[in-house]
């Protein structure tokens, strides 16, 4: 059943792309399907309406839901709360690792593990909360994970041995990962794929902040109060938002979209998403890439606290440079966005562009590898990230849009999972003063560039973009 786009299928606003698409239809390199895994689905799981939209299109509800938002300024306050909890949790220790390893009697190495422990639980809590979230919405997960985070942060306070913190901190991991994806869907719940797509970057611009407050407040706290009083206060900045949210933040879920919580539904819905090969592709490349992502929080305190001696009052300073990097790039990518760049293309380039900027990487450490060649180079490299992730996580989003929440917990659960098993055995090799996070950041993002300009030549991402949900709706009909 599989086919390929014809004149009466394409509305006619499309341009160029799409003619261009035509001409190439014959060539399996460029072949876009519409279902491209209906060979392998039953008539029950291919009648699933995961509803495809347009990059563009906005629905009724949309539109009413938007009039009940706080203004933008609120709004969009509250929401990067509520996801920076997440990276809070996790960064804000960093300077306090000297004072955790004494007061556990561990290595250095074990308290960095349960930097990745907790990104795992975070991978394991989306399988949970996404399903729950299409059911019973969206604020009632947030109220849920929030108050469930708070608690174990006041346990983590009185942890007595590391075999608790460990649990402590896996458990954080699948409490927090509600608080860290909801705002991101809350977002697209609200707007287009389009919108959403420029908010989110917005929003990353801030959020990418996180790994130099987090650590700079945590190091302040550490040294005054003692590290257990940064959960402490974490936990009381997480009730204030916790009620202005509850307060001033509507159900965005839409009634019509809510979805039963059966576990045979469910299986059907995960089935749905991995036996499409092009989304399957997206959460291959995707869990590949976030490698790059983790190794960098769970190995830099190591590296320059503990390597190089950098005093933990410092550390936020060292990674603002990077911080800093990223968000311009995060801005450019919403400025591209904004003045109609197709963001299949933004997406293939970038990964591209990052991919050759490793090359910085090689020389720093075959050169003699340095604290200012690190900064350098993981600066170079993260200026792209955001181009790579944003993009990519709106194309998948593209599919999923009468399913988001689900959609949303299997790209990032995975991402997560498979990551963070991956950085928390990298992260007992010796570091070498650096050079073996170089090497792991560099070899990381040359393999998923790789991988992306494969996928691009298939699956012809920036045609999908063009299309809008009239086209997937008259597909059914003639199906």
Not at 24 to 45: L, P
Request: proline share 4%; aromatic share 12%.
């Amino acid at each position: 059943m599989s086919r390929n786009l014809s004149d009466s299928q394409i509305p006619k606003k499309q341009d160029k792309h799409l003619e261009y698409y035509q001409e190439q239809s014959n060539c399996a390199s460029t072949d876009y399907v519409d279902i491209d895994n209906t060979s392998t689905i039953d008539t029950r799981e291919a009648s699933l309406d995961t509803g495809k939209v347009g990059f563009e299109e906005i629905s009724p509800f949309q539109q009413q839901l938007q009039e009940q938002l706080p203004a933008g300024i609120w709004f969009f306050t509250l929401m990067y709360f509520l996801c920076m909890f997440a990276g809070f949790v996790n960064n804000s220790f960093a300077p306090a690792i000297e004072g955790m390893t004494a007061a556990f009697q561990v290595k250095v190495a074990a308290i960095t593990a349960i930097i990745s422990l907790y990104t795992i639980g975070n991978g394991a809590g989306q399988l949970i909360w996404g399903p729950i979230m299409d059911r019973w919405g969206r604020k009632a997960v947030i109220l849920i994970c929030g108050y469930i985070g708070i608690a174990l942060n006041l346990w983590l306070m009185n942890a007595t041995s590391y075999a608790e913190l460990v649990w402590i901190r896996i458990l954080q991991g699948l409490s927090f990962s509600g608080l860290g994806v909801i705002p991101s869907i809350i977002i697209r719940d609200c707007f287009s794929a389009k919108r959403y797509a420029i908010y989110s970057s917005i929003m990353s611009s801030l959020f990418v902040f996180t790994p130099v407050i987090a650590p700079l407040i945590g190091a302040w706290i550490y040294i005054y109060l003692g590290w257990q009083a940064i959960f402490g206060i974490l936990s009381l900045v997480i009730l204030i938002v916790l009620i202005c949210f509850a307060q001033f933040i509507p159900e965005t879920l839409e009634p019509s979209k809510r979805q039963p919580l059966q576990v045979k539904l469910i299986a059907q819905k995960y089935g749905a998403i991995f036996k499409s090969k092009r989304s399957l592709g997206l959460i291959v490349i995707n869990s590949i890439f976030t490698v790059s992502t983790v190794v960098m929080p769970t190995m830099l305190p190591m590296v320059y606290i503990v390597d190089y001696h950098v005093a933990p009052e410092n550390f936020a300073y060292l990674v603002l440079i990077n911080t800093i990097v990223m968000a311009v790039g995060l801005h450019i990518n919403s400025t591209l966005l904004k003045l109609g760049y197709n963001p299949a293309k933004v997406w293939l380039w970038a990964s591209i562009l990052q991919a050759v900027s490793t090359l910085v990487s090689f020389y720093v450490i075959f050169s003699g590898v340095t604290l200012i060649g690190i900064v350098v180079a993981l600066a170079l490299t993260v200026f792209f990230t955001s181009f790579v992730i944003g993009n990519m996580t709106c194309l998948f989003f593209l599919d999923y849009n009468n399913m988001i929440g689900t959609a949303s917990s299997i790209f990032v659960s995975t991402r997560l999972c498979c990551a963070g098993l991956i950085v928390a055995l990298l992260a007992h090799i010796p570091s070498f003063n650096g050079v073996t996070l170089l090497l792991i950041n560099a070899s990381t993002l040359i393999i998923s560039a790789i991988l992306i300009i494969l996928y691009y030549r298939k699956f012809r991402p920036d045609i999908r973009v063009k299309q809008n949900s009239d086209y997937f709706v008259q597909g059914r009909e003639e199906q």
